[in-house]
T-cell receptor
């Protein structure tokens, strides 16, 4: 069965520190990859997505992610975090064989706490 | 103003009662989804629907039921058969071919 694993469950950083959140998935075929963010009290919203092409994708608020097919990974990065980045982050995968149902499989989530 | 609305925001239920959570979207999306969010477990798919009058079970459908009589609406009923219903429930919609999903604000259900 397809699965998504986020290795960091709770990350605490100081402002201006660099961020990398790990995401690995288990599926050998074509995948679409997503990072969603849930700020305190707000809707879950899309940070960035990868469908094809350049494996380094840029999203909103200075976030980027790199798709490494050989490692089945889609890690999220930000060079310098801000207090406002405090949120829960979810990696999600849609596998090609799902027949365009749009079904997403989510990782367990990573809670990021940025200290001012 | 386009988006997804869920109601109520908070819901309390006594054991043995069925409750229905509302989800409405005005984004003209074909597909709609229900997820359950529990701490440390991410989002798990309960049911999804790609078209009116059709829906499929997700990974944790037991104890839940849905209907899709209108494109805009996808209500979720949490039945008394659901053993551990206390959770945060999220509704989403999207165009299936694009795979991106848009989420509502959620309903927090507590069983007393």
């Amino acid at each position: 069965a397809q699965s998504v694993s986020q290795h960091n469950h709770h990350v605490i950083l100081s402002e201006a520190a660099s961020l990398e959140l790990g995401c690995n998935y288990s599926y050998g075929g074509t995948v679409n990859l997503f990072w969603y963010v849930q700020y305190p009290g707000q809707h879950l919203q899309l940070l960035l997505k990868y469908f094809s092409g350049d494996p380094l994708v840029k999203g909103i608020k200075g976030f980027e992610a790199e798709f490494i097919k050989s490692k089945f990974s889609f890690n999220l990065r930000k060079p310098s975090v801000q207090w406002s980045d405090t949120a829960e982050y979810f990696c999600a995968v849609n596998a090609g064989t799902s027949g365009n149902t749009g079904k997403l499989i989510f990782g367990q989530g990573t809670t990021l706490q940025v200290k001012p | 103003d386009g988006g997804i609305t869920q109601s109520p925001k908070y819901l309390f239920r006594k054991e043995g009662q069925n409750v229905t959570l509302s989800c409405e979207q005005n984004l003209n999306h074909d597909a709609m989804y229900w997820y359950r969010q529990d701490p440390g477990q991410g989002l798990r798919l309960i049911y999804y629907s790609q078209i009116v009058n059709d829906f499929q079970k997700g990974d944790i459908a037991e104890g839940y039921s849905v209907s899709r009589e209108k494109k805009e609406s996808f209500p979720l009923t949490v039945t008394s058969a659901q053993k551990n219903p206390t959770a945060f429930y999220l509704c989403a919609s999207g165009q299936a071919t694009y795979n991106e999903q848009f989420f509502g604000p959620g309903t927090r259900l507590t069983v007393l």
